[in-house]
């Protein structure tokens, strides 16, 4: 068996009295999707910001192609090229596409100012590939729709050559279009041979999208399966159950 | 007709907020030019003006930064207080024994201490807020009584003056630099800002941006060295009064030539303040800090996930504030060539109005530099224009208070309409 791209191992984190991820381990292979599963306030989205260096894990640890790696801070994660896509966008609504793209990374002139010329033109290069209708580039991302300022937010992800790629409620608040527009990214983006987390509420999505889907309850990992083996109703019955059909048969 | 001049400011490129304050600035003026029978619009008042809003101008930057980040900094006015009354006692009665009176060191090591003092007053009051995470409103409404505090119990009450004479020169009419430096410095600056607009231009180009027609260009070129222009004018026509020329003559054992006269020139403080717009400007657009300021306003979330340190930005705004502070009680006490404990008092008030004024969003992420240079001269301009009319200060302070409540309401309504938030 080959060498997980990304292991997290035996993963806990509690807020007060509640354990809010609780002895989690999950994987990604290179080219993998990689669903997870559960209720809100499942500890779906609480574990993927320990990837993203959001939160400090209490206990467990990280590994990157097999290495093990401390992730404190979202720059950490960002050098094991662990990029992240979050639910709310996380962008800065009253700045424009390019400086949204690069924040916390500018690229800067010799005299160390932020060049916003050079950054509108890469910024301008990768749209071209993800968001060919894309054109406001000079106004801030608050006046752009949802599937643009998504576009944006994966641009960004995108650019910086990431390697593992965490996108948490990605077609959330986008049209059918929109939607069946990441849904392309994704396969290409693995075709790229990247590692993907993919958070989603959307069963159906998830089954046609994930190669493999891992379910959580209350902090717990119910299980890990692969799409094939198992049925839609038996993924249902672990996110609402809490039981892994599979395992009681 | 009004879409034809929609269009030439779009091509120009230029701000339709910042023409609107240009148009209420010119608007103040004439009226009060009418109501006092032509002596608002005059160089020698025009002059005054700018050395009046000096001060407040340069800390109404700083102001920007802290409003932007969705903080507030009640402090600023208490800051000037007890950083001016402790440069007062340096430059009197500490550096004169050690290095003799009027050596010019004094002056450029009160300022330097000043300086320090400012942004370790800042950095403090910022890592409370920061680090803390003590609402900025609560640790600055403390700051404002701990600070004009200190500054009554450094003097006891007492005013000190008169103040080192280089000391002085930073702060008024007695510190400008004449004719021939004031025109060197204009085409200086519009050589800049001519090289400035071409560099821009070729840069757009080689990266196949869309760019303004030659002619726009060439007409905001002409706009802008104009303005230069017409501003280093002002400043040169003021006559410095035939009195005051005589006594120096008379000082340095000489007569007078009849029909002699000489012009101020720029006023070292507004030097200081073009500098300091200038500088907060390029630091506002142009490098990573201030990149960060907007994001951390935009959404302090969205910057955090973006790996930045927003409790250590927060300690390097209001250390930045702190340091504009001490520059301003560098010009508001030399200008006054004394330095008393009530120094400063309800400037914080002004500044805030002059960066609200200006667009500045006190919801956060929204805010300009030039805007609150503008705003702080509006309001200066409004208030000694009432003063001239003769309006009687509780009166002056009813209107101030009203006209910034419309200007807010009026940057809504910009706001709603331009779909800017």
């Known amino acids: ?249 | 007709m009004s879409g034809g001049l929609g269009n030439l400011i779009k091509t120009l490129q230029i701000d339709t907020r910042l023409l609107g304050m240009i148009g209420a600035f010119i608007v103040i003026s004439l009226v009060f030019h009418i109501a006092t029978g032509g002596t608002f619009l005059t160089p020698r008042n025009l002059f005054t003006l700018t050395l009046q809003t000096a001060s407040v101008a340069v800390m109404a930057t700083g102001m920007v930064f802290v409003i932007v980040t969705r903080n507030i900094d009640l402090s600023i006015g208490s800051m000037l207080g007890i950083i001016g009354m402790l440069m007062g006692v340096i430059q009197v009665q500490i550096l004169p024994d050690f290095l003799g009176f009027g050596n010019p060191a004094i002056w450029i090591i009160t300022v330097l201490i000043g300086l320090l003092l400012g942004a370790a007053i800042g950095a403090f009051q910022g890592w409370l807020i920061g680090y803390l995470v003590i609402p900025s409103f609560i640790v600055t409404l403390g700051g404002l009584l701990i600070w004009r505090g200190g500054a009554w119990w450094v003097s006891k009450g007492t005013t000190i003056s008169p103040l080192d004479p280089n000391f002085i020169k930073l702060g008024g009419a007695s510190g400008t630099i004449g004719v021939t430096a004031s025109w060197a410095l204009a085409i200086v600056g519009s050589v800049l800002t001519i090289i400035f607009l071409i560099n821009t231009r070729r840069k757009h180009i080689s990266h196949g941006f869309a760019v303004k027609p030659v002619w726009a260009e060439y007409a905001l070129g002409a706009i802008l060295v104009g303005t230069i222009s017409g501003i280093t004018a002002i400043m040169n026509a003021y006559l410095i009064p035939t009195r005051i020329l005589e006594r120096r003559f008379t000082a340095e054992g000489l007569e007078m030539p009849e029909g002699y006269t000489e012009a101020y020139g720029f006023p070292i403080s507004v030097l200081i303040v073009l500098f300091v717009t200038i500088a907060m400007t390029v630091v506002a657009r142009k490098t990573r800090f201030g990149r960060y300021v907007f994001a951390m306003g935009g959404n302090p979330d969205a910057a955090e996930l973006s790996g930045i340190n927003t409790r250590k930005l927060t300690v390097k705004v209001f250390a930045l504030m702190g340091a504009l502070t001490a520059i301003a009680a560098v010009i508001a006490s030399a200008r006054l060539g004394s330095a008393g404990s009530s120094l400063g008092e309800l400037d914080e008030l002004r500044v805030i109005a002059a960066a609200v004024i200006g667009g500045t969003a006190l919801a956060g992420g929204v805010g300009t530099i030039y805007g609150a240079i503008l705003g702080a001269l509006i309001m200066q301009a409004l208030v000694s224009g009432m003063g001239m009319v003769g309006v009687d200060s509780p009166l002056q302070n009813m209107i101030v208070g009203g006209v910034l409540i419309l200007a807010v309401w009026i940057d809504i309504i910009y706001r709603r309409k331009t779909g800017d938030a």
Do not use: W
């Not at chain 1, 002139?109 to 910024?123: C, I, N, R």
């Open chain 1, 1 to 249: 068996m080959s060498t997980p791209l990304l292991e997290m191992r035996n993963i806990s984190i509690h807020f007060g009295g509640i354990k809010a991820v609780d002895d989690v381990s999950i994987d990604v292979m290179p080219g993998e999707v990689v669903g997870l599963l559960g209720h809100n306030g499942a500890g779906k989205s609480t574990l993927i910001k320990i990837l993203s260096g959001a939160y400090k894990k209490d206990a467990g640890e990280i590994f990157v192609d097999g290495k093990k790696v401390e992730i404190h801070s979202p720059i950490d994660a960002r050098e094991h090229n662990i990029e992240t896509i979050y639910q709310t966008l996380a962008l800065s609504d009253n700045l424009d596409a390019a400086s949204n793209l690069f924040l916390g990374r500018e690229i800067t002139t010799k005299f160390g100012l932020v060049d916003d010329t050079a950054m509108e033109a890469e910024s301008r290069k990768i749209m071209a590939r993800l968001n060919p209708n894309f054109q406001r580039f000079s106004e801030p991302v608050r006046s752009l729709s949802g599937g643009q300022r998504q576009s944006v937010a994966i641009a960004r992800a995108v650019y910086f050559n990431a390697r593992i790629l965490i996108m948490d409620e990605p077609t959330a608040a986008l049209g059918v279009h929109e939607t069946a527009m990441v849904a392309d990214l994704i396969k290409e983006l693995k075709a790229q041979g990247l590692g993907i987390f993919l958070i989603s509420h959307d069963t159906r999505e998830m089954m046609e999208l994930c190669d493999r889907v891992s379910v959580m309850k209350n902090g717990k990992l119910i299980g890990t399966e692969r799409v094939e083996d198992v049925t839609e109703d038996d993924i249902l019955s672990m996110i609402i159950m809490g039981k892994n059909p599979k395992q009681a048969a």
